[in-house]
Nanobody, 124 residues
Framework: VQLREPGGGSVQAGGSLRLSCRTSVRDISKLAMGWLSQAPGEDREFVAGINWIGDTTRYADSVEGRFTISKDDAKNTVYLQMDSLKPEDTAIYSC??????????????????WGQGTQVTVSS
């Protein structure tokens, strides 16, 4: 499985970015999909996830109400809309996929597959 995350970039605090992730999997409709972030010197952590049906989402407390995850099964693509960005959101963001239940993935962040990542930089 390959996950590619074009996009990312730099933005000022309060701004918005939209990340997208295209997968090589023919059918993502049976996978839980998510986004992970890794700031310099820190471990990779869970940011947002969506279940395989697409009717349930989970977010880290730090991004709740500011970020929105969605997916388009027909395009095998997952999105992360990032609004009201803060300097502390600066990190490499990676798309991730797994067959495990979303609740477990949201708690552990232990997705089995993730992409190379894209840099998001938020300046104050």
């Amino acid at each position: 499985v390959q996950l590619r995350e074009p996009g990312g970039g730099s933005v000022q605090a309060g701004g918005s970015l939209r990340l997208s992730c295209r997968t090589s999997v023919r059918d993502i409709s049976k996978l839980a999909m998510g986004w992970l972030s890794q700031a310099p010197g820190e471990d990779r952590e869970f940011v947002a996830g969506i279940n395989w049906i697409g009717d349930t989402t989970r977010y880290a407390d730090s991004v709740e109400g500011r970020f929105t995850i969605s997916k388009d099964d027909a395009k095998n693509t997952v999105y992360l809309q990032m609004d009201s960005l803060k300097p502390e959101d600066t990190a490499i963001y990676s798309c991730a996929a797994d067959l495990s239940p979303l609740e477990w993935l949201a708690t552990t962040g232990r997705f089995g597959t993730w992409g190379q990542g894209t840099q998001v930089t938020v300046s104050s």
